[in-house]
């Protein structure tokens, strides 16, 4: 059966609509988001209410948690905090009850789903983990695989019971039934591995395969739109 995983949408709606219709493409049963699906982009709203539409399961990212705590926004750097702040006047109070219902973690088919870090921080960067860290949360963590987004970069860390081992995350990838993985799926919305195309992956949970899925859309459009909405001028310039 194949599943869609995608991850920090931010609030880009046309990277979200092409990423949308190229899973339409596919035999996909079921779609999650692991969060970030607002935050530096100019249509909040519109992805919150797509995501409802679509009835695609989110957890909180730390872009949600931000919008939910005064607490959690203190974490941000400025220009973060002003892009949240501007989201928030853009958000209609039906969307923040939408956001405001998200768990910190899910799991789905044998995956655990989480922001950040296994099992349930929106926070952690997985490239700060060291591989101590990483092979304890392994040691704890019941399900073959964790997808995770944050950092909006694409790896993959393995375990095997003894040794972690890192790797790029390839356009495919044959999950080992005696390996656990993080897979760290990249940004629909703000990619920054180099390649400016939205990413999602497929995962056809039988065969244990993960696809990853590159998307071309409108980013002239898009950048023009954050800079009208009042939004800070680099968050557009990043996304080229």
């Known amino acids: ?67 939910l705590s005064a607490d959690q926004r203190s974490w941000f750097n400025s220009h973060a905090r002003q892009a949240l702040a501007r989201t928030r006047e853009l958000l209609s109070e039906e969307s923040m009850r939408h956001i405001s219902h998200m768990p910190l973690a899910m799991v789905k088919y044998g995956c655990r789903m989480v922001h950040g870090f296994p099992p349930e921080s929106a926070l952690t960067y997985l490239f700060v983990m060291e591989d101590t860290d990483l092979a304890a949360s392994f040691r704890r963590m019941r399900e073959h695989i964790c997808f995770v987004g944050h950092t909006h970069e694409l790896a993959l860390v393995s375990w095997d019971g003894r040794t972690v081992e890192h ?67 680099q968050y557009a310039d990043r996304l080229w």
Do not use: C, W
């Not at 699906?37 to 931000?66: C, F, M, T, W």
């Not at 195309?197 to 395969?209: F, G, H, I, N, P």
């Not at 899925?213 to 909405?229: C, G, L, M, P």
């Open 1 to 67: 059966m194949l599943i869609a995983v995608l991850s920090d949408i931010h609030a880009n709606l046309m990277a979200f609509q092409a990423v949308l219709a190229d899973i339409d493409a596919y035999d996909v049963r079921a779609i999650y988001s692991l969060g970030d699906n607002v935050g530096y982009g100019p249509e909040p709203d519109k992805v919150i209410k797509l995501l409802q539409q679509r009835a695609i399961p989110s957890v909180l990212g730390n872009h949600e948690l931000g919008l």
């Open 167 to 233: 790797s790029e995350l390839e356009e495919h990838t044959q999950f080992a039934p005696t390996r656990r993985y993080i897979a760290n799926i990249g940004s629909v919305g703000q990619p920054r591995d180099g390649d400016n195309r939205a990413k999602y992956v497929l995962y056809d949970t039988v065969r244990r395969e993960m696809t990853l899925r590159k998307v071309a859309y409108d980013i002239k459009t898009t950048a023009e739109s954050i800079v009208e909405k009042g939004l800070p001028r």
